[in-house]
């Protein structure tokens, strides 16, 4: 019953700017972390920004100071606002929810830079 929903992904040029949005459902949303997470070809699946229930967020150094995660408790969503793309962000971006030691993915929306 547990759904995430991410939206916001297309293609930018570099030094472009997209938002990403994930959409949660069938969960006590506020009291867990969320997290945005992406995986490009032939790479693993890596960390891009955490934010956890109370506000308190945290970024991989390759993003740092470009992008900002966010979430509004209210609306049971969280956000991934992305500055001065670069080609490296060409990922697919993934939503999570971290429930104890359970993950919740939501299905990932595509992220292209071009050069």
């Known amino acids: 019953q547990v759904q995430l929903v991410e939206s916001g992904g297309g293609l930018v040029e570099t030094g472009g700017s997209l938002r990403l949005s994930c959409a949660a459902s069938?969960?006590?949303?506020?009291?867990?972390?969320m997290g945005w997470y992406r995986q490009a070809p032939g790479k693993q699946r890596e960390s891009v920004a955490t934010?956890?229930?109370?506000?308190?967020?945290n970024y991989a150094d390759s993003v740092k100071g470009r992008f900002t995660i966010s979430r509004d408790n209210a609306k049971n969503m969280a956000y991934l606002q992305m500055n001065s793309l670069k080609p490296e962000d060409t990922a697919v971006y993934y939503c999570?929810?971290?429930?104890?030691?359970?993950?919740?993915w939501g299905q990932g929306t595509q992220v292209t830079v071009s050069s």
């Open positions: 934010i956890s229930g109370g506000g308190i967020t």
């Open positions: 069938g969960i006590a949303f506020s009291i867990y972390d």
């Open positions: 999570n929810l971290q429930k104890f030691l359970y993950s919740y």
